[in-house]
């Protein structure tokens, strides 16, 4: 008899966590990771520092068969996963002498730098090379290592320093450990299929979804809407196979046109960039209500550079006349939130910044700045490029950052749709 | 004797965040209001759409004195937290027909926008107005009702749709409900206070804190590094306002050139374009490896449109030279990541988009592109204002994204330290 699938928890420690005051990267991190693993974690635990609910989520989590905590493990009084995992565990904490050695070498290198006396670390360097008895280092990334513990019956728990950074360049230790793979063995990846659609409401997909048989048999259907796109992931469990062929077929045919991606992870922006790259094409942008958006995401694509030429953010009106060569009178005409302004700023971006097509937006984020005939959330984008130009009118809902965040979105898939000529949004417009 | 203060436990549904496919909004919202008002969680959980561990983690959470579950309201199959929180609390479900007629009508409204029939919604329209016995509705935005039950003596069940923007503008329905407001009454929202330093490593804060007797006597501290500050909160319960005064004062003396923020909470963005308002200066930024980052951060401050004028995204060197005026000597005798031309890219922007104080980076992101003598995070800043100009010279490590989110504070506190005179850094040159 195979051994069961194995039980996996995540937790993620720190006060600022549990307070809402940072956003977490850490669970989705481990997250992603262990779902690629066949290792999707049952729960992800987020917990403060206060050590009484601290223990009581550790005590819980190490009943699953893989428990991997991150963050507490730095050299200050309220890091204390490694005391309370020893204590869930039933162990005691040991130090381990030549991991110490390790952390004075790595803690001597930062007090040189920082220019501060190596007595500073002292304390910290003993806190951080204490162990669960029995449990063993899996190397340094800063001053905090990963721990790895084997206790009962193969079951293992695994802490990673807080920084994600840290975390990220120690988890392949953790994966890579005898006793992490036996678990391994145990687990069964599944197939994962994707689509994402731009179009229709994440309601139309569901009930398609519903009228081709819905899940079961071995697959599971997740529908979720995502930076106005609509993903579907279809997880194909062994013997499920020719169910999530039908469902993905199904879900094909009932949006032809709307269907953009299918076992295609990537980013918009950087499908934007691989289309202008085969195209030949250079990229610019002009932004007034995204401020920076559009580009930043486009520049967060390593490579992006043999493409992507720059953008102006024109938010003041005289920034769009000079940089982008906005004439006066479309200003003084349509105003500055209009499909004419739209359009000329595209124009312009296209021809100050030399690039084969840009991109523009102008419309009012909010909250303030709205009026009856334009109010928050109207969105203008313009298109120009070597098939001409088009622009596109929105009225869009939700908060400040809401409209930019849709506004950008709306942006890169409308170059997407130019630059594969897949029909046009009916809010579009040839100019 | 007073009732003791409430267990609070957050519940966020969602397969795509137990895959860690997003990044969860919710959690850290709800942990924000509800620290705010004293409640601060006991533990999130986050939690796919599997009946199983939805089913677990519900029942568990029900046991705390207010549940907050969110997602898992939609109208598709998979979203089951109604049916399992019914469940959990030994519950039937029962469709609620006023609710259900404004579930219609809202729908109507969708189907009419997106041109699709109303049969597509009706199944979900029942579904979405079902409600354990007992409970109520809290109003609706978008499709999904905020779902409030009272249950065993006083506890408190909350549901609230997925979707950030819903689930933030129901939220003040649930508090305002009178079973909130009686826990409230139990709850203490202690005093908090918080300092914000730039330059010191988190050890040596750490180690200031400890010096000064750390916490405990009603007065807890946190140290955490966020975006290249660190902070340090202070939580004051009653009776503890004496030590925490103390606390507050020591940390201050120990860093007073480094401490730029006590008791406010903006971020640095704003505080930069508050300093740049009151000094009557108009703001400019060029961007190469931060990309826009710099300009996105600026323009999320509503009303930054008074003080910011925009930016350019220079990422090829033709466009550093044409929008920016950019000298191509300048280039050529010292290449794009260099002092030379960070300080002619301020210059430019201030310039160019007629700005009285301009940012500008430029640098390695990688993670091609590095060699030996300007290796991946290499950075340099520019400065030019009023009084002068200046440079600043960085190694980042870290990724990609990373390194540009470290250059763009950086950036943002070269621009603080500015336009407060607040010393330099070491790693600053006027020029």
Known sequence: MPASRPRVVVVVTGSELARGDRRDLNGPFL????????????????????????????????????????????????????????????????????????????????????????????????????????????????????????????????ALPGPPAELQRLWPNAVAHPAFQELLRRASAPERR????????????????????????????????RDLEIHVDVMVSPGGEERGGELVAALQSAFPNDLFARDDERPIEEMVLGLCRSRGLLLACAESCTGGLISARLTEVAGSSDVFVGGVVAYANRVKETTLGLPAEIL????????????????????????GIAIADT?????????????????????????????????????????????????????????????????????
Chains 1, 2 share one sequence.
């Open 332 to 355: 003084a005409k349509h105003g500055a939130v209009s499909a004419e302004t739209a359009a000329a700023m595209a124009a312009g971006a296209r021809r100050a910044l030399g690039a």
């Open 31 to 158: 997250a992603r990771e262990l779902t690629q693993l066949g290792l999707e974690p049952e729960r992800i635990l987020l917990v403060g520092d206060r050590p009484e609910p601290l223990q009581a989520v550790l005590a819980e989590a190490v009943e699953a068969d893989l428990c991997v905590v991150s963050g507490g493990l730095g050299p200050t009084h309220d890091d204390r996963t490694v005391e309370l995992l020893a204590r869930a565990l039933g162990r005691s904490l040991e130090v381990d002498e030549s991991l110490a050695r390790e952390i004075e070498a790595f803690s001597q290198a930062v007090a040189a730098r920082l220019r501060r006396p190596l007595s500073e670390f002292a304390s910290g360097i003993r806190k951080q090379a204490s162990l669960p008895a029995g449990g063993l280092s899996l190397g340094l990334a800063g001053s905090a290592p990963a721990i790895l513990v084997e206790h009962a019956e193969g079951k293992v728990a695994i």
């Open 363 to 431: 419309g009012i984020a909010g909250p303030g700045g709205g009026t009856p005939e334009k109010p928050v959330g109207l969105v203008y984008l313009g298109v120009d490029g070597p098939e001409g130009a088009r622009t596109a009118r929105f009225e869009l809902s939700g908060d400040r950052e809401t409209i930019r965040a849709r506004a950008t979105a709306l942006a890169l898939h409308m170059l997407r749709r130019t630059l594969t000529h897949s029909g046009t949004d009916p809010r579009e417009t040839a100019s």
């Open 194 to 225: 994707s689509l994402r659609f731009f179009g229709p409401s994440e309601s139309a997909v569901a009930a398609a979804l519903e009228e081709s048989g819905g899940d079961g048999d071995g697959v599971e259907a997740t529908v979720c809407a």
